[in-house]
């Protein structure tokens, strides 16, 4: 079982600055993929970011140059450092991963959501 656990939320002004980071813990043989979604009120869940196992990265139109996804595999944990922040980056923010097992077999994993707003 792969467990996901995601921190660094919170409350910023807008034009500041937060870090969140994704911690994955347990039966772990290789991470395909990473990444960060977001859901704000009302709005369905989008993307926000991913990097790949080979380190590839994509971004929503949104958040680029101002986001910024990184990853530290020996922790098997990704951040993600948002600068610029704006009012419409308040959402609730998750982690997801798709995460290969011993048996070669394939699952995806959300993290729990840390909130992150941004006050004008």
């Known amino acids: 079982q792969v467990q996901l656990v995601e921190s660094g939320g919170g409350l910023v002004q807008a034009g500041g600055s937060l870090r969140l980071s994704c911690a994955a813990s347990g039966s772990i043989f290789s991470i395909t993929a990473m990444g960060w979604f977001r859901q704000a009120p009302g709005k369905q869940r989008e993307l926000v970011a991913r990097?790949?196992?080979?380190?590839?990265?994509n971004y929503a139109d949104s958040v680029k140059g101002r986001f910024t996804i990184s990853r530290d595999n020996a922790k098997n944990t990704i951040y993600l450092q948002m600068n610029s922040l704006k009012v419409e980056d308040t959402a609730v923010y998750y982690c997801?991963?798709?995460?290969?097992?011993?048996?070669?077999?394939?699952?995806?994993?959300w993290g729990q959501g840390t909130q992150v707003t941004v006050s004008s």
């Open positions: 990097i790949s196992s080979g380190g590839s990265t």
């Open positions: 997801a991963a798709v995460i290969q097992n011993s048996d070669y077999e394939d699952n995806d994993y």
